[in-house]
């Protein structure tokens, strides 16, 4: 299964497949859209810098909107006829995609979407979030066992595609949870939510992809940027 892979911004990325499109966690930029496929907007949670509700604008080509349960009614009530909203830690048949949520460590849900024999996982918000200059360290170490308490779901699944954060506000630490993700072996990890710093895409790479070598992890280097992918 061949897929095009294109950054838009920030968590934002549009996967387009031979007969549909997925898009994640859309917020702002321009969205570049294939005239004729249906779309599958999936929206992680709230957060302004992963819900905007432009994604609307898009409802005439839209198949479904995917929102976690976080994301207020106001901004699509005319548009429910598309609308699934998904709790964390259930599972969902939608369309020909079995769609399973995790719980979110700050809000909302990451996904395991799969289609056509693959696994895609899209993090969201999931992360072991480590703040060195605030956290005591019984919050580190509740935040660990709530990160790897959502992991551990993924254990024995063939990853095949994994987007995941590499934060740069969380300084030395912003590998903490990709390196855990990374133990999973995806084939693929797409990195994300790193706020415009293209450098740290480039200093995962490198100092994980000898260690990781079964797994392909992809530098990033600016907006619209698109990744031909053999699943």
Not at 36 to 53: A, E, L, Q, R
Not at 124 to 144: A, K, S
């Amino acid at each position: 299964m061949k897929i095009l892979v294109t950054f838009i911004t920030h968590s934002t990325f549009k996967i387009e497949l031979e007969d549909r499109v997925l898009v994640f966690d859309y917020f702002k930029n321009e969205l570049p859209l294939e005239e004729g496929k249906p779309i599958y907007f999936f929206t992680s949670h709230s957060h302004s810098d992963h819900y905007c509700t432009k994604i609307f604008d898009f409802y005439e080509q839209a198949e479904k909107y995917i929102l976690s349960d976080d994301v207020s009614s106001d901004g699509f009530e005319k548009f429910k006829d598309k609308v699934v909203i998904v709790k964390p830690n259930e599972q969902y048949k939608i369309d020909d995609m079995r769609v399973e949520t995790l719980l979110s460590t700050d809000l909302g849900v990451a996904y395991v979407i799969e289609l056509g024999g693959k696994v895609i996982f899209f993090a969201g918000d999931l992360n072991d979030w480590y703040w060195e200059m605030e956290d005591n360290e019984q919050q580190r170490i509740t935040m660990h066992e709530m990160f790897t308490k959502q992991l551990d779901k993924l254990r024995g699944k063939k990853i095949d595609l994994a987007f995941f954060l590499v934060d740069p506000r969380q300084a030395g630490q912003y590998d903490l949870g990709g390196k855990q993700v990374l133990e999973l072996e995806p084939r693929y990890f797409m990195p994300m939510h790193f706020w415009g710093n293209y450098d740290i895409t480039k200093k995962f790479k490198k100092e994980y992809e000898k260690v990781y070598p079964n797994t392909k992890i992809f530098e990033i280097t600016r907006e619209y940027e698109v990744f031909e992918i053999n699943l």
